[in-house]
Nanobody
């Protein structure tokens, strides 16, 4: 069937950078719109970034604009989230998600439109 597996999380000081990876197996991500979400303890899951299936159209939460970049490498069947200038408030479990239903040149910030999820990777930013 396949799955999504996140990696690249860890502990970093404020102002530092991390690159998260979401590797897919059993499916080609070229068929999917992809997104990143995060959830801190006691908080609701929130949208972080998304990229369209075709055309590389991206969308970001206001809280991460200018600091985070989502990208995809279909040849490697992997989606990335480059996180720069990290802040303590970025601390959360980050999960990637995939959707077949989002139109080819569209993006979505709604978790309801994503059908496949990874287990998440912890990002902790210290001050």
């Amino acid at each position: 069937q396949g799955q999504l597996v996140e990696s690249g999380g860890g502990l970093v000081q404020a102002g530092g950078s991390l690159r998260l990876s979401c590797a897919a197996s059993g499916r080609s991500i070229s068929n999917y719109a992809m997104g990143w979400f995060r959830q801190a303890p006691g908080q609701e899951r929130e949208f972080v970034a998304a990229i369209s299936r075709i055309g590389g159209i991206t969308r970001y939460a206001d809280s991460v604009k200018g600091r985070f970049t989502i990208s995809r490498d279909n040849a490697k069947n992997t989606v990335y989230l480059q996180m720069n200038s990290l802040k303590p408030e970025d601390t959360a479990v980050y999960s990637c998600a995939a959707s077949l239903s989002i139109p080819a040149y569209s993006i979505s910030y709604s978790s309801r439109t994503y059908n496949y999820w990874g287990q998440g990777t912890q990002v902790t930013v210290s001050s």
